[in-house]
């Protein structure tokens, strides 16, 4: 179990009510965050796993209109990415003179909201999930000083999530219609022509599906390259989880397994390494997924730990077991919610809404935050 969060039950003090997304500068000193409204708070001080200790360094509050559903942070050029259910995007740059950080509007061409965010590896692109069927591709053009969005199309529904291929040319999106794909994302005169990447050669071909997969029969919560990007994870709303290995032959097609798990959908994945996955959600336990000498993947430990009155529920009938899972979350409506609160065993008493990173970019992953609707951000240490 992690060193970071305690193994007793402690109340730690909240950074808001509820925390929608958040997300860590390059050494991790500092995290932004959504309190589920349209604002976003800088914090410093984050080094510390102790909440309490942080202290509000800036609050960016005057340009979203409506609630902030994805931030993320560049390692590479330092600027924050924003979306929003407002249907815009903003680029905060921080101007070293002024110390004040500098919002710059992004061009999205999307009618509904915007729905999850991300920087590529290389730092100067960004995708936007939206619903509007559509994933923009921005970046910055500088003839006009502006940033520009190139239109994702191909989607039958709204797009919840996407991540990028560590080589920047490539991008996964989760989307409602119970697919996950992969498109090319080459922004001619922006990247550079590159014969090594699981599809061959991508320049020309911006907007291109290139893989499709079907095995969720669920809305796609999460998607997730692996860091040597031989590998893709998607998560269903079915409570499933679906590996994919990509060949090195570009010719060769790509094998899939999926886990139907008996736990609660997850709502967010991410790789630890070529062999670990972990996954969050509304289990409000993160849990490990381990690939073994076949290459088969299987559920692994859950890093939150447990009383032994858990174990009871495996020998309780189907319908005790779910009772009791649902009764364990503390549900506000009933008359015992007072007792149900005090029966959540789990350090998070709400659904996980995110997941980050604490190490290094690129490498693999020992340490990670989680953020929640019980409004608590989590450090782990694997």
């Known amino acids: 179990m992690s060193s970071f969060a305690s193994s007793k039950k402690k109340k730690l003090k909240k950074l808001a009510p509820v925390i929608s997304c958040h997300s860590f500068n390059w050494d991790r000193s500092m995290c932004a965050i959504c309190p589920n409204s349209n604002k976003v708070r800088i914090y410093s001080g984050c080094h510390d796993p102790d909440v309490?200790?942080?202290?509000?360094?800036?609050?960016?509050?005057?340009?979203?209109?409506?609630?902030?559903?994805?931030?993320d942070w560049s390692p590479v050029s330092n600027k924050i990415v924003t979306c929003s259910h407002d249907r815009n995007a903003f680029v905060w740059t921080y101007n070293d003179d002024t110390a004040v950080w500098e919002p710059s509007l992004v061009i999205l061409r999307i009618n509904r909201a915007a729905l999850d965010v991300k920087w590529s590896p290389d730092g100067k692109k960004f995708a936007v999930a939206s619903g509007s069927k559509a994933v923009p591709i921005c970046h910055y053009e500088e003839d006009n000083n502006w940033w520009i969005s190139k239109m994702i199309k191909k989607?039958?529904?709204?797009?919840?999530?996407?991540?990028?291929?560590?080589?920047?040319?490539?991008?996964?999106?989760?989307?409602?219609?119970?697919?996950?794909?992969?498109?090319?994302?080459?922004?001619?005169?922006?990247?550079?022509?590159?014969?090594?990447?699981?599809?061959?050669?991508?320049?020309?071909?911006?907007?291109?599906?290139?893989?499709?997969?079907?095995?969720?029969?669920?809305?796609?919560?999460?998607?997730?390259?692996?860091?040597?990007?031989?590998?893709?994870?998607?998560?269903?709303?079915?409570a499933s989880l679906s590996m994919v290995h990509f060949a090195e032959d570009p010719d060769e097609q790509p094998t899939v397994q999926t886990i139907h798990t008996r736990s609660l959908p997850l709502t967010k994945v991410m790789f630890s390494s070529e062999e670990v996955l972990i996954g969050v959600g509304h289990e409000m336990n993160p849990t490990e997924f381990v690939m073994d000498g076949s290459n088969i993947w299987g559920v692994g430990r859950k890093l939150d730990t447990l009383t032994s009155s858990t174990e009871k529920k495996s020998t309780a009938s189907g319908f005790s077991a779910a009772r009791s899972m649902f009764g364990s979350r503390g549900g506000s409506n009933s008359k015992d919610s007072k007792r149900s609160k005090s029966q959540c065993l789990t350090k998070h008493t709400g659904c996980i809404t995110d997941m980050n990173s604490l190490s290094e970019p690129g490498s693999t992953i020992s340490k990670f935050a989680t953020s929640g609707v019980d409004g608590q951000l989590l450090y782990w240490d694997m």
């Open 52 to 71: 309490s200790k942080w202290e509000l360094a800036y609050d960016l509050s005057s340009e979203h209109t409506m609630l902030v559903s994805g931030i």
């Open 155 to 238: 989607h039958k529904s709204t797009v919840l999530s996407v991540d990028w291929h560590p080589n920047s040319q490539l991008v996964a999106t989760g989307c409602c219609d119970f697919k996950c794909r992969v498109f090319s994302a080459f922004v001619s005169g922006l990247d550079q022509a590159d014969d090594n990447t699981l599809f061959g050669d991508l320049s020309d071909t911006f907007g291109e599906l290139l893989a499709e997969f079907d095995q969720s029969h669920g809305w796609v919560c999460s998607v997730a390259w692996s860091q040597s990007g031989q590998k893709l994870a998607f998560a269903g709303h079915d």
